[in-house]
Structure formats: C-alpha cells, structure tokens
C-alpha cells in the first residue's frame, strides 16, 4: 500500500506527533539525498548509488512510501549486482515515485 501522506504507519500506532517529526526528516534529507544518487549515476560511482538507494529505501519505508521503497530496492539490487545500467533503468521509476512521495507529505 502507498501512504497518502498523512496516513500514519501502521508501526507508529496512532502516534501522529511522532509521523510528523518523521515526515518533516524525509522532507529535510530524501531530496538531498535523490540528488546526490543523481551526481553518482553522473560518476559512475556504483558504491554510492548502492548506498544511497539503500538509504531512501529505509526512509520511505519509515513513512509508509511503499512503492518509493520497492523502486529505490531495484536501484540497490542492481547496483549491488554491479549493473549500473539496470540500476540507471530502475532510478527513472524510484524518481517518478518519489517525486509522488514528496507532493504527498507537503
């Protein structure tokens, strides 16, 4: 399941306070984060790009952002095979998803 945004995780409990502050660390490092992976697609730095993605994996599963999750897991996947072209193929649809991601919590 997507989060809408404001759906708060079924792992927080109910805890809106705490999905708030969550919300607003997404908001402050995932896009700092989404263009550094861009600098290291740019570089060829396949270490980076597998660390990175790992890292928004995480955060968007913090949030509930499913889908961002599952497409960040194939840059990863692919980046830790070693196949930068695939990892390149699979950031177009993690982009896509997170830009929704975004526009959701703002």
Known sequence: MQNSGNTVPEWLEG???LFSGIKNIFIK???SQMERLKDAFASNDIS???LLSHSIKGAAAMIGAMSLKEEAAKVEQSATEGNLDAALACFEGMEREFKKTLS???
């Open 48 to 50: 980076t790009i597998e």
């Open 104 to 106: 959701a919590l703002q």
């Open 15 to 17: 805890d809106k306070k």
């Open 29 to 31: 490092n995932v896009p």
